[in-house]
């Protein structure tokens, strides 16, 4: 099993725990799962290209912080109804727009047909 296959492994397990910790469904989980995953896979395949240190590679139950990482990416979540307010799968829209974090509730989006822009600095 090569480094990949392993940090895939470390990853899902950790996901699921903290999925089951959040009291997350079915549907839920595999979308945080999922998109734990790719996290991890592409940090991984970056720190490859640039041959930085693999072991550097965030997991969820590694808590190393690395003082010169850019901060998260956030996005932008659009609602179809013109300034709307009020909660959707848990997340707080006023005036028709939310500010999301990547993970599975920005999938959740994604695949539900929401409009989705990364969030300018």
Request: charge should be positive; proline fraction near 3%.
């Amino acid at each position: 099993m090569d480094e990949k296959e392993v940090l895939i492994q470390k990853v899902t397990a950790s996901a699921k725990a903290e999925a089951k910790k959040q009291k997350m469904n079915e549907a839920q989980t595999k979308l945080y799962v999922d998109a734990e995953v790719q996290k991890a896979i592409e940090e991984y395949d970056t720190k490859k290209e640039t041959k930085e240190p693999i072991d550097d590679v965030k997991t969820n139950d590694t808590k190393k912080e690395k003082s010169n990482k850019p901060k998260k990416v956030k996005y932008i979540v659009y609602t179809p109804v013109k300034n709307f307010c009020g909660i959707i799968a848990g997340v707080h829209f006023a005036y028709g727009k939310a500010e999301v974090q990547p993970g599975w509730v920005l999938n959740w989006f994604k695949e539900h047909g929401y409009k989705v822009e990364e969030a300018s600095k």
